[in-house]
């Protein structure tokens, strides 16, 4: 009866750790588009998102482009995406960061080489969607301290920080080779880790949003009127 | 428990601190793909030396103790081995330049690592990284003479992330560092001065 009664007690926290982790931790997200010209893709046409790496102090992160890349591939209007590494592979050395276009100019100059142009027309590329950000942490406060002895452990304290995600997405038409948009997504949020005996993480899920966010306004954007 | 038992945790642990304080060998592990560009036409022999094939770099604590030993000599003769058949038109691999002649190769290319340098997170107070490799390009006639010796850096980055290890974060930055070796060398080899003026009297 007694074991029936602590399972119950730890069912019970168990349950209010995963409904407060649900409703606590909130992100706000804003997203910008600014469009330059018409846009439109055929069911045969694909999309490439590549990362840019060229800034020295952060690298943008290539879960955060397969997760676009995956959010643009599925559901109502999925968008064929090719993967960043097999695009990258299949054109090297064109597209490593020290070579990689950074300007439709490049571009137009990269699609001369009958090489390049041929691989992009297997590929089926309508569009290259160049992705630049990274997620920053900030405002980390609190303390929190864990102790184990012979009759057992636990943590007390409470700790928090701030997210802050920023990813620029410009899209570049390989047919017309000219930049036809940005998109700006910008997520932040507080994540809390409160610790009584039992610490309960509360992530604020900055960096999943931005990435959801900007794949659901990439794929209207490209799918256009 | 027996005392026995005791006795056989304590060394298993005592084996634990003394591996965990010790060096981290990081053999730097890769695929790199063959590059998209035009060939040119000639013959060359390749040389690697002991010095390449064997190569690995130690990074210290900044206290001087040992802290990660890189091997990347292996991973070096594996990206020219994918690079240089894909840049020339035919490509032989020798150990001497005595060898060189009976193949009737038109010149020799023998790569050497002059620098090698690392940057870690905790150091830097970056969230990647770095490495930094500093190469000699060597290309010599089939007799040994000069024909052009250059220098050629390459730099490969990673993020930090939570979940992966500093060995694993290294690797990933090294082959970065290897692909832009790759890319900048077989983009520039014909544009090297002494390379043009050779090629164009072939």
């Known amino acids: ?225 | 428990m027996n005392t026995k038992k005791w006795k056989n945790c304590g060394v298993a642990l005592m084996m634990l601190i003394i591996v965990s304080c010790g060096v981290s060998n990081v053999v730097i592990d890769g695929s790199f793909p063959t590059p998209n560009i035009a060939k040119l036409p000639i013959f060359v022999a390749v040389i690697y030396d002991d010095a390449l094939r064997e190569f690995s770099f130690m990074e210290y604590t900044e206290t001087g103790e040992e802290e990660f030993n890189i091997e990347s000599g292996g991973s070096h003769i594996q990206l020219f081995n994918a690079v240089l058949p894909a840049m020339f038109d035919e490509v032989v691999f020798v150990d001497t330049i005595e060898e060189v002649q009976a193949t009737g190769a038109d010149a020799i290319f023998a790569p050497a690592i002059e620098e090698f340098q690392l940057a870690l997170p905790a150091k830097t107070k970056l969230d990647v990284y770095e490495v930094w490799i500093k190469y000699n390009m060597r290309l010599l006639t089939a007799e040994g003479d000069y024909i052009a010796n250059w220098v050629l850096t390459s730099y490969g980055k990673t993020p930090a992330e939570t979940f992966r290890s500093t060995e694993a974060a290294i690797n990933d930055a090294a082959i970065v560092a290897l692909r832009d070796l790759a890319s900048s060398f077989s983009l520039s080899f014909g544009q090297v001065p002494e390379v043009r003026t050779w090629l164009s009297n072939l």
């Not at chain 1, 469009?35 to 690298?59: C, F, H, K, N, P």
Request: hydrophobic share 40%; with cysteine; glycine share 10%.
């Open chain 1, 1 to 225: 009866m007694k074991l029936y009664l602590l399972i119950m007690k730890h069912t019970r926290l168990l349950s209010a750790s995963i409904l407060l982790t649900l409703f606590v931790s909130c992100t706000s997200t804003t997203v910008d588009e600014f469009r330059q010209g018409e846009t439109g893709i055929e069911s045969d046409e694909s999309v490439v998102i590549l990362g840019r790496r060229q800034a020295s102090d952060y690298e943008t992160r290539s879960e955060f482009i397969s997760c676009v890349g995956e959010g643009m591939n599925r559901g109502e209007n999925a968008i064929n995406v090719v993967p960043e590494q097999e695009f990258v592979d299949a054109m090297f050395p064109w597209f490593e960061p020290r070579t990689a276009p950074l300007r439709t100019q490049d571009l137009e100059r990269l699609m001369a080489e009958d090489v390049i142009a041929e691989k992009m027309n297997d590929f089926g590329i309508r569009y290259i969607v160049w992705v630049d950000g990274s997620t920053v942490q900030s405002g980390r406060s609190g303390s929190l301290t864990c102790a184990i002895g012979p009759g057992g452990g636990g943590c007390f304290g409470f700790g928090t920080w701030e997210d802050d995600s920023n990813f620029d997405a410009r899209i570049w038409d390989v047919g017309e080779l000219t930049s036809v948009g940005t998109i700006n997504a910008d997520a932040t949020g507080q994540s809390y880790i409160p610790a009584f005996f039992v610490p309960i993480p509360l992530i604020a899920r900055v960096e999943a949003n931005a990435c959801s966010r900007l794949a659901t306004q990439l794929k209207e954007f490209l799918i256009g009127n």
